[in-house]
C-alpha cells in the first residue's frame, strides 16, 4: 500500500509539475529555448551511457529515446528559425543554429564524462562481487538483508563508511566482521572478530 501510494503520488507531481511547465513556457519563449536546449544535450548525453543496460533497454531508451529528444530539440529550433526568418531575416536562423552546435558539444561532453564514471563504477562491482566470492560471502537463504560467511555465520550490515563496511553477527553478541575498502573496492575481509 506503502508503495502505491508513493508511486501515485510521484506520478501526480510529474503530471503537475509537466502542467506547469507548460503554462510557464506559453507565456515565455525562453522557455522553449531552455527545453531544447536541454532535449539536445540529454539526447547527446544518452548516446554515451549504455554501460550495463541490457539489448532492449540499450535499444529504447539508449538510442531510440536519445534519437527522439534531438530529433525534437533540433527541429524545434529549425522550426522556430524558419518561421523568425520572415520578420528578422537570417539572423534567428544563425542563433537557433548555434544553439543546436552548443548543445550537441556540451551534449557530448557532458556524456564522456558520465560513460568514464559509469565505467569506472562497473568494473567495481564487478570486481567487489569477485571478492565476495572469493572470501565466501553470499545471499542468505534465511533472510534477503543478511549475508552469509564461509562458516555459515549470518551478517547484518551496521554501518558503512568510505572506508570499511560493518557487519554484526547474528545470534553472537559482542563480535563483528568487516569488509576494508579503498576508493569504493572491497580489498580485504576481517571474519568474525570479537570486539
Wanted: proline share 2%; charged share 20%.
Amino acid at each position: 500500500m506503502i508503495e502505491q501510494l508513493a508511486t501515485a503520488a510521484t506520478f501526480g507531481f510529474g503530471a503537475s509539475f509537466g502542467r506547469d511547465l507548460y503554462r510557464a513556457a506559453k507565456k515565455n519563449p525562453i522557455i522553449w529555448a531552455i527545453i531544447g536546449i536541454l532535449m539536445i544535450a540529454f539526447g547527446w548525453r544518452n548516446l554515451y551511457l549504455g554501460v550495463g543496460r541490457g539489448p532492449l533497454y540499450k535499444f529504447f531508451v539508449t538510442y531510440l529515446g536519445s534519437a527522439v529528444l534531438i530529433i525534437i530539440g533540433t527541429a524545434g529550433f529549425w522550426a522556430v528559425g524558419l518561421l523568425a526568418m520572415d520578420d528578422m531575416g537570417g539572423l534567428p536562423l544563425l542563433i537557433a543554429l548555434g544553439l543546436i552546435l552548443v548543445s550537441t558539444i556540451a551534449g557530448n561532453i557532458w556524456g564522456i564524462k558520465d560513460r568514464k564514471k559509469r565505467v569506472q563504477a562497473a568494473e567495481v562491482a564487478q570486481h567487489n562481487k569477485e571478492f565476495m566470492i572469493e572470501v565466501g560471502l553470499s545471499d542468505s537463504d534465511f533472510d534477503s538483508e543478511l549475508l552469509q560467511d564461509a562458516e555459515g555465520n549470518l551478517l547484518k550490515l551496521v554501518e558503512q563508511t568510505d572506508d570499511k563496511i560493518v557487519f554484526s553477527v547474528s545470534g553472537k553478541r559482542g563480535y563483528r566482521a568487516a569488509i576494508k575498502l579503498e576508493n569504493g573496492r572491497m580489498i580485504d575481509y576481517t571474519g568474525v572478530v570479537r570486539l
